[in-house]
Structure formats: C-alpha cells, structure tokens
C-alpha cells in the first residue's frame, strides 16, 4: 500500500558524489523507518543505511560510513541518501524500503521496496 519511487541515479567518476531520493506514496504514515539497500551484479543485496521516522536515529553499514548521509523529510515524505567520495565498489543498483518497526539492517524485516535505481562509478 506504499509506493516508493528512487531517483538520482547515474554514473559519476570516482571520488564523485550523487544525491539518490526515495519518494513515497500511498499509506506513507506506514514508513516508518527508511533504509537505503544496493545490490551489485552477482552479489546478495546489502544494507546501507536507515533511518527512524523522526530521524534521531541513523545506521550505516560499515562499507559508507563518513561517505553516505542518509536524511529525510517528513514533509515531503522523501528519504536522501547524500553519498560522498564515491569508489567503484559503491557501483550497484540501489533500493530505497521501507518498515513499519524500527531501524534495521536486516532486508526481510523491511516491507515496501522501491524499483531501485543504477549508481555506477567509474572512470
């Protein structure tokens, strides 16, 4: 019943930077909490960062920390995901979810998902 759209995507030089936006939609009192998840080719789909609903509260896998900032804006029930000094290994598809408990890493716990959006970083 939430509906959650990514965008910001694209491709950037190493060292670069990019601002990923999730907008939802729908029964948005639902998201609660919001997580930033990437998949890269061949590879399982990882945590990246979430945040609570009144933002006090943020966790970041230990691969952006210092590099990702994850915000969001009630408002205009948008999450960001600001990510700084992008390295090739940051090249992945990336997921924005959403969950009705609390901040998590664990992906099944998560119960809206967006279509993901490309991030590739390369020279």
């Known amino acids: 019943q939430v509906q959650l759209v990514e965008s910001g995507g694209g491709s950037v030089q190493p060292g670069g930077s990019l601002r990923l936006s999730c907008a939802a939609s729908?029964?948005?009192?639902?998201?609660?909490?919001m997580g930033w998840f990437r998949q890269a080719p061949g590879k399982e789909r990882e945590f990246v960062a979430a945040?609570?609903?009144?933002?006090?509260?943020?966790d970041y896998a230990d691969s952006v920390k210092g590099r990702f900032t994850i915000s969001r804006d009630n408002a205009k029930n948008t999450v960001y995901l600001q990510m700084n000094s992008l390295k090739p290994e940051d090249t992945a598809v990336y997921y924005c979810?959403?969950?009705?408990?609390?901040?998590?890493?664990?992906?099944?716990?998560?119960?809206?998902w967006g279509q993901g959006t490309q991030v590739t970083v390369s020279s």
């Open positions: 945040i609570s609903w009144s933002g006090s509260t943020t």
């Open positions: 729908g029964r948005t009192f639902r998201s609660y909490v």
């Open positions: 979810a959403a969950d009705r408990t609390r901040v998590t890493r664990v992906l099944a716990e998560y119960d809206y």
